[in-house]
């Protein structure tokens, strides 16, 4: 039974993550699928740190490429893996333990679905830190979302994330891959450290992807219905917070609303203050 199942490629992209990847890899390793079904990749951007010494002993599949992690992770998904379906996921995530066994027997019993999203829990104890994972459990599925397992064709055929865009590669990415085929979620989570979370460095990151953000905009036009949601102030304070029942969840955390409100409008600002010095 086991020869049956699908290879699955996981692919992480690394830069200086001595403190996380250990973790991340620990936690693929413990995954309920077959461990001679999990192929697990690290690209790494040249690290200055012990990223690489750690990650090889967890897997000889490690590789050096740059210049950002779109490059890498078309690196790893596409030239380096051999798996039926590829995953990508960052070196501060965990997997939940059935997260794999989750995605092929959603893809097996639907063969029509070429890519999933994955719940994505953020951890930590920080007010931000809870602010952010109360946050992101409104983009589930959404065009905020973007798919993170994939048929490994799909990907080839799409051409895997444009190497030209840093900051809004993903949403690039996820528009494709919806236009090619049907995608669904999973209630499995990832979990993302943001334990260490700082709110100035978030925006500064923020402002460093607004570049890419152009890109994507131009790329795919400014009344693209994804384009115009995801940039629409409306939506992205307002409607994708109410939709599909989620409102009520609001009632209940209104701290957190506060600070979700006031990161969402630091991160338009930042965007707009790009747009006015770029000009």
């Given at each position: ?197 700082n709110l100035k460095k978030y ?21 693209d219905p994804d384009v115009k ?51």
């Amino acid at each position: 039974m086991k020869s049956a199942l699908p290879l699955v490629s996981v692919v992480i992209t690394t830069k200086n993550e001595e403190k996380h990847i250990v973790s991340c890899l620990k936690s693929i390793k413990n995954q309920d699928y077959p461990r001679e079904k999990i192929e697990i990749i690290v690209v790494d951007n040249h690290s200055t740190d012990d990223t690489v010494k750690l990650a090889k002993q967890y897997t000889k599949n490690i590789f050096t490429k740059g210049p950002e992690r779109s490059a890498q992770r078309n690196y790893g998904m596409i030239t380096k893996s051999h798996g039926q379906y590829v995953m990508y996921v960052d070196a501060d995530m965990e997997l939940s333990k059935k997260v794999i066994s989750s995605c092929v027997s959603k893809v097996t019993k639907n063969p029509d679905i070429i890519g999933l999203y994955i719940r994505e829990i953020v951890t930590g104890d920080s007010y931000w830190s809870k602010v952010r994972r109360f946050e992101r459990s409104f983009y589930e599925g959404t065009v905020i979302d973007c798919v993170r397992f994939i048929k490994k064709s799909a990907f080839v055929k799409v051409k895997g994330f444009d190497k030209q865009i840093t900051g809004g590669e993903d949403w690039d990415l996820d528009k494709k891959i919806r236009q090619l085929g049907k995608v669904d979620l999973i209630k499995q989570p990832i979990y993302h450290n943001e334990a260490e979370f700082n709110l100035k460095k978030y925006l500064a990151k923020k402002s460093y992807y607004s570049k890419g953000l152009d890109i994507y905009i131009k790329k795919w036009g400014k009344d693209d219905p994804d384009v115009k949601k995801q940039f629409s102030p409306i939506y992205r304070l307002v409607v994708v917070f109410l939709e599909r029942g989620k409102w009520q969840k609001l009632l209940h955390q209104p701290r957190l609303v506060l600070g979700m409100a006031l990161l969402r409008i630091g991160v338009g600002f930042s965007y707009v203050k790009h747009q006015v010095i770029s000009k």
